[in-house]
């Protein structure tokens, strides 16, 4: 599996933004970035128009739950004291509602329960204090009894109904598949992030990646394999990354993450880092023992490409091949490829052009899988010399390579356009 069209974006205030590569998921959004960004900055400004309700409740989520916990005892003991004022005859009962709400809801349900007993201790000890002669003790416990049961009951309907709130609201921002943010939630938080950032003065990225291939994974062996592939590639990204970035699932097989206070070049190393790791460069032999018992117990072993090495930095690095190999003959089960040298790809890719695998020509620095596995499903191979190219591979594979080229911009002549 290899990661495609990795590309990054980053803003530094004051100077127009860098763009890198060709799809950049902020650049395609930004009509509908900007209108977000004025819609949150006129919230925040006219703010004093909204109702009162709300603004209470974004005061209060605004507080530590450690004061919102002595606000309620403090809430308590006042309407306890104006409850030991007013005396037997008139209840102040249904006061007690409100510390016991506001700390069911902002702090906890253990704690909602505990001022729920602090409360008709409290309602207990005032109304014991004044209890006329013809009441009774065991009167004054059942109805404190009876009042202890109503807190209670407002305090597990309150904690249930933030928790579906809360569940409900997860739901409404969280990618279902991945557990990422869906497309909304991640245009949502890089406004907010843009803000601060423009705020702040500071410089953010954005990388935008897809699959490879991932068309030809679903249509060849269905959905759920394509969902499975979805779900890892979303734990391994997210593994990666810092606590502080964002990553988001936009739709399909596409993605993009998110990263504040990174410049162009620590972006483009992270963008390398996520790259490499979703192409399995940097696995283990322990990070494959999972896929490795999965075979063993049945699973069908897929691979993306068959590559044996790439370049990078000028220097030759193992590919997905190995990787393939090591699976393949530990668990005694070949592989089945669904990129180069695969058919699949190929008859896809003419599909998509609306051509015959004939009519294709394919330019390549891997004499192997581009070039020969090319020219042996009847297209036109041609092997450049540069890349990983190393002197004399055209000679090793078979068949032969159509042509050899020095470099890429031999092409045109050699294809008698330019």
């Known amino acids: 599996m290899s990661c495609a069209r990795?590309?990054?974006?980053?803003?530094?205030?004051?100077?127009?933004?860098?763009?890198?590569?060709?799809?950049?998921?902020?650049?395609?959004?930004?009509?509908?970035?900007?209108?977000?960004?004025?819609?949150?900055?006129?919230?925040?400004?006219?703010?004093?128009?909204?109702?009162?309700?709300?603004?209470?409740?974004?005061?209060?989520?605004?507080?530590?739950?450690?004061?919102?916990?002595?606000?309620?005892?403090?809430?308590?003991?006042?309407?306890?004291?104006?409850?030991?004022?007013?005396?037997?005859?008139?209840?102040?009962?249904?006061?007690?509602?409100?510390?016991?709400?506001?700390?069911?809801?902002?702090?906890?349900?253990?704690?909602?329960?505990?001022?729920?007993?602090?409360?008709?201790?409290?309602?207990?000890?005032?109304?014991?204090?004044?209890?006329?002669?013809?009441?009774?003790?065991?009167?004054?416990?059942?109805?404190?009894?009876?009042?202890?049961?109503?807190?209670?009951?407002?305090?597990?309907?309150?904690?249930?109904?933030?928790?579906?709130?809360?569940?409900?609201?997860?739901?409404?921002?969280?990618?279902?598949?991945?557990?990422?943010?869906?497309?909304?939630?991640?245009v949502d938080e890089a406004t907010l992030e843009l803000a601060r950032a423009t705020r702040n003065k500071y410089e953010i990225t954005t990388l935008y990646f897809d699959l490879d291939n991932f068309k030809a994974l679903n249509d060849s062996r269905g959905h759920a394999a394509g969902d499975s592939l979805l779900r890892d590639i979303g734990n391994i990204v997210r593994s990666t990354l810092r606590s502080t970035d964002i990553i988001g699932r936009l739709g399909g097989d596409e993605f993009a993450i998110l990263l504040p206070e990174t410049p162009g070049p620590g972006a483009l190393t992270m963008a390398e880092r996520v790259r490499g790791i979703i192409a399995g460069h940097t696995m283990t032999i322990a990070d494959l023992q999972p896929a490795f018992r999965r075979l063993l117990q049945g699973g069908i072993l897929y691979t993306l490409q068959r590559n044996r090495y790439f370049k990078k930095g000028g220097e030759l690095m193992t590919d997905l091949g190995p990787i393939v190999a090591f699976l393949a003959y530990a668990s005694g089960r070949e592989g089945e490829n669904l990129g180069k040298p695969s058919q699949i790809l190929f008859d896809d890719v003419a599909a998509e052009a609306g051509v015959s695998r004939g009519e294709i020509v394919m330019v390549g620095d891997d004499a192997e899988f581009d070039v020969a596995a090319s020219v042996t499903l009847g297209m036109t191979g041609v092997l450049v010399r540069t890349g990983k190219y190393r002197p004399h591979d055209e000679s090793r594979v078979a068949p032969a390579p159509t042509a050899a080229l020095e470099s890429i911009e031999e092409l045109p002549r050699w294809l008698g356009i330019g």
Not at 70 to 86: E, H, K, P, R, W
């Open 6 to 186: 990795l590309t990054t974006r980053w803003s530094r205030p004051g100077q127009p933004d860098v763009d890198f590569g060709a799809k950049l998921v902020l650049a395609g959004r930004a009509a509908h970035l900007e209108a977000v960004r004025h819609r949150h900055k006129e919230r925040l400004f006219q703010s004093r128009w909204l109702p009162v309700t709300t603004l209470v409740r974004k005061f209060l989520r605004a507080r530590s739950k450690a004061f919102l916990f002595g606000a309620s005892l403090v809430l308590v003991a006042a309407i306890g004291f104006a409850d030991y004022l007013t005396g037997y005859h008139l209840s102040l009962g249904l006061f007690y509602v409100a510390p016991i709400s506001l700390v069911s809801w902002y702090v906890s349900r253990p704690a909602g329960f505990m001022f729920a007993f602090l409360s008709a201790l409290v309602w207990y000890s005032v109304n014991s204090a004044f209890a006329p002669l013809p009441v009774t003790p065991s009167v004054i416990i059942w109805n404190t009894i009876v009042r202890l049961g109503f807190f209670i009951i407002i305090c597990s309907l309150l904690a249930s109904l933030k928790e579906a709130y809360a569940r409900q609201s997860d739901l409404a921002r969280t990618d279902p598949l991945t557990g990422l943010l869906n497309s909304r939630a991640f």
